[in-house]
């Protein structure tokens, strides 16, 4: 095989997210089971309608969840029964989340909730792109430095492994930015950074 040098690079590329996943919820409580599932069905279709007249399309709703459970006070005794729908809203406008989070909440009454929001990217295929670059330019530059610290020319690539990369991770930006020109709650969408690992082996040219 002959010489060689062996390095680790790390890269990372940071983007603004420019989606979301809303969730939310439906709950209702009632003496038997049929009443709590018709009360959190027609909270839930209030919230769906409105999300929908929002600009969202249909293809970006899903249902998450969909429970129905016996109340008691005290064990085993069942006072009442509690319906729960969720609904999970991909929203691509961002500016438009703070308002449509108050429309629904408002349109599907007591039993409405929100239960959290997901940012993600479109694309995240580019900023991993972008982060490879970054590890295997680091990679590189280790790789020339001890090369010319060992007094050889730096040769061809032998072997490339990548390792894992860390998980988007939020950074906050100006939250009032994101507020909603309808007077919707401020959205702070902040940014995921995206991180790579590589480890390269060099082959070793002749001394310089």
Avoid: C
Avoid at 64 to 69: G, H, K, Q, V
Avoid at 80 to 109: M, N, P
């Amino acid at each position: 095989m002959g010489r060689s040098v062996t390095v680790t690079g790390f890269g990372r590329a940071s983007g603004t997210y420019d989606q979301a996943t809303l969730r939310l919820a439906a709950a209702a409580r009632a003496t038997n089971p049929g009443d709590a599932t018709a009360r959190a069905t027609y909270a839930m279709a209030a919230m769906r309608e409105v999300i929908l007249r929002g600009g969202v399309e249909e293809s970006a709703l899903s249902t998450t969840n969909i429970s129905l459970s016996p109340v008691h006070d005290p064990w085993p005794t069942v006072v009442a029964y509690e319906a729960t729908l969720g609904l999970a809203v991909k929203v691509r406008d961002l500016t438009s989340i703070g308002s449509l989070l108050v429309s629904a909440v408002e349109s599907g009454g007591d039993g409405a909730r929100v239960d959290g929001i997901e940012f993600t990217h479109r694309d995240p295929a580019s900023l991993h792109n972008a982060a490879r670059d970054s590890a295997f330019a680091d990679a590189l530059a280790k790789a020339q430095q001890f090369a010319g610290l060992a007094g050889q020319a730096l040769g061809e690539v032998r072997h490339v492994v990548e390792g894992s990369g860390a998980m988007p991770a939020p950074r906050g930006r100006m939250m009032m930015a994101m507020a909603d020109s309808s007077g919707g709650a401020p959205i702070d969408a902040g940014e995921g950074t995206i991180t790579s690992m590589v480890t390269v082996t060099w082959a070793l040219g002749p001394s310089v």
